[in-house]
């Protein structure tokens, strides 16, 4: 059974402290890793998708990378603004064209 | 860039009415549509898949009769929630998919649709 976890279920960090998001995953089978930010209230915003390991991706102070088996999403000199609930989901043969996600990660980021 | 948009973004209905939300893929056709549900604080869950042209494939659990799924035209999925109850009242989100191409494997939600049933 395709399945997503996350950790830490939440974060808080003082601006400019970066750190790390994990997602860790096991599929049949890996047609694309997503990450999407979401704010209280609003649909998932995409951020990045990831086919295979390797593969790292950046947006402003975000980084995306992938592993067989997690992935990591970096927050570098976080700000207050990027304080959000960060979801990771995967697409699956098993899946089809659906997308599964984790539970999120939610992250505060005060100055 | 790709856009989904739903209609309402949010409202309230009486117990035992229906209320149906819309999906809309702007700026592209979408020949899959998924519709998820999101309580607080918990994360999205697949309660089925809207296919334009065919019947809805839904997830285990989810009541094809309460939450009926029409995906009439390419651009267009409706979520009808049937003799709504004060339980189905939730964040209603809807995304939509293409076929591989253009967007490759980019898959975007719309902004969501709190639905609170009194």
Redesign the interface.
């Known amino acids: 059974e395709d399945q997503v976890t996350q950790s830490p279920e939440a974060l808080r960090l003082q601006e400019g402290e970066s750190s790390s998001l994990n997602c860790s995953y096991t599929v049949s089978g890996l047609?694309?890793l997503?990450w999407?930010r979401q704010d209280p209230?609003?649909?998932?915003?995409?951020l990045f998708?990831l086919?295979s390991a390797g593969e790292e991706k950046e947006k402003e102070r975000l980084k995306a990378t992938l592993t067989k088996k997690e992935s990591f999403l970096h927050i570098t000199a976080p700000k207050p603004e990027d304080s959000a609930t960060y979801?990771c989901?995967v697409?699956s043969n098993q899946a089809?064209?659906?997308?599964?996600?984790?539970?999120?990660t939610t992250l505060s980021v005060s100055s | 860039g790709a856009v989904v948009s739903q209609h309402p973004s949010w409202v309230i209905c009486k117990s035992g009415t229906s209320v149906k939300i819309e999906c809309r893929s702007l700026d592209f056709q979408a020949t899959t549509m998924f519709w998820y549900r999101q309580f607080p604080k918990q994360s999205l869950m697949l309660m089925a898949t809207s296919n334009e042209g065919s019947k809805a494939t839904y997830e285990q659990g989810v009541e094809k009769d309460k939450f009926l799924i029409n995906h009439a035209s390419l651009t267009l999925s409706t979520l009808t929630v049937t003799s709504a109850h004060p339980e189905d009242s939730s964040f209603y989100i809807c995304s939509a998919g293409l076929h591989e191409g253009a967007f490759g494997n980019t898959i975007y939600f719309g902004e969501g649709s709190w639905l609170t049933v009194v």
């Open positions: 047609r694309g997503f999407y209230g609003k649909g998932p915003e995409f998708t086919y979801l989901a697409r089809g064209t659906a997308l599964i996600f984790g539970k999120g």
